[in-house]
């Protein structure tokens, strides 16, 4: 029998579907899988709302048989508000009639599968022995990166910095009841990231908050907040002393301020980026070359991540009898 239904998933379940430490395994494979060439993704489409701050994206890709597409938007301003930042859904297709199989609260996709591909790199890029993190920020992004990290490395120490201390603060309380970790807020960014094996920035910022005179030899960043070529987290001094792997080197080329900023003042060149992610998890190039040597993951979030996702999550729900099903419409 012909049929039409669509499986919808709530930010809960999803919650539930996608445990942290299967996405890093996943995201692993994705990332392998767009680096040999087997998918299609074109550089997302932004547009920036007529209030001048907020966004409209849509994020479409291909990843071997799965059709999907991630539509958000961004909201930096709903902090104090009820919201996230990124609201939206993930759409996932089948391949033989191109039937809407499932759609997706996007909110905790994006929550889990950047954080995951940070975990990735942290795997592949930190020092094994990496016991003290520091995370910049305190928002959804900072939460499930200390989860990522926990899962790869054996962190004793985390150190949390935020723009207003209070968030900082509640943070550290939170995660200390959530994870069992040792968590202590710092009044500085810099007080956070001194002694750092482990850096995760995870701020709107759209200038500088980490500074590359502050990073301990050895140190290894994930750097997710900024996602536009004219914002950054990092300063050039930091990106300099790095070495530097991307999720993907055509979004990097377009969309990363932390690369395009010092590359347009002439104090890097294209060749400081050394790799993507696909090619450290493929064996091609190495993710550290020694332990004193500081690197840097930057992540700009793509479109593969969030429909390997969400073939995960549609997989796991029909087993587990999780989402709720819903007649949209297809047949002639
Ligand atoms: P939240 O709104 O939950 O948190 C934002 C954080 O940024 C808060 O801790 C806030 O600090 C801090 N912040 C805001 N403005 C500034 C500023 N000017 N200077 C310093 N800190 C600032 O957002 P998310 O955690 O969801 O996302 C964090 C960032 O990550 C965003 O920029 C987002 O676009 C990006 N992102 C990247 C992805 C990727 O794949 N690379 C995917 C998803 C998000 P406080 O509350 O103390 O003011």
Redesign the pocket.
């Known amino acids: 029998m012909s049929d039409t239904r669509t499986l919808v998933v709530s930010h809960a379940e999803v919650q539930r579907l996608l445990p942290m430490a299967d996405c890093i395994d996943l995201m692993g494979e994705t990332l392998a899988t767009l680096t040999r060439g087997d998918a299609l993704l074109p550089l997302r489409t932004i547009i920036r709302l007529p209030d001048g701050k907020n966004l409209f994206a849509a994020m479409p890709a291909v990843l071997g048989e799965s059709i999907g597409a991630k539509v958000i938007t ?1 909201f ?1 301003g ?2 104090g508000t009820p919201y ?3 609201i939206g859904v993930v759409l996932y297709f089948e391949p033989q009639h191109g039937r809407l199989q499932a759609i997706i609260d996007a909110s905790s996709v ?1 929550a889990i599968r ?1 954080a995951a591909v940070s975990g990735l790199a942290t795997r592949l890029m930190a020092r094994e022995d990496a016991s003290e993190l520091a995370i910049l ?6 939460m499930t990166h200390l989860e990522a990290v926990l899962c790869v490395r054996p962190i004793t120490q985390v150190r949390v910095w ?3 201390q209070q ?1 900082a603060v509640t943070f550290a309380e939170q995660a200390h009841k959530r994870f069992g970790v040792p968590v202590e807020s710092t009044p500085t960014a810099e007080a956070a990231v001194r002694g750092a094996h482990v850096i995760c920035t ?5 200038e500088p ?1 980490l500074l590359g005179d502050w990073l301990a030899p050895g140190a290894h960043i994930n750097a ?4 536009q070529r004219t914002t950054r987290e990092l300063d050039t001094a930091a990106v300099q002393r790095a070495r530097l792997i991307v999720d993907r080197r055509e979004s990097a080329m377009a969309e990363s301020g932390d690369f395009l900023i010092p590359l347009n003042d002439g104090d890097i060149t294209t060749e400081h980026i050394r790799g993507e992610l696909g090619d450290v998890v493929l064996g091609r190039v190495p993710g550290r070359e020694h332990p004193e040597q500081v690197t840097i993951f930057k ?3 793509l479109a593969v991540e969030d429909i390997a996702s969400a073939r995960f999550i549609y997989e796991r729900a029909r087993s587990s009898g999780d989402g709720t099903w819903l007649e949209i419409g297809g047949l002639r």
């Open positions: 961004v930096p709903n902090e996230e930042s990124h994006t950047t920020g305190s928002g959804v992004q900072a935020s723009r207003h968030n995870t701020t709107s910022a759209r908050i997710v907040g900024a996602s992540s700009l979030g």
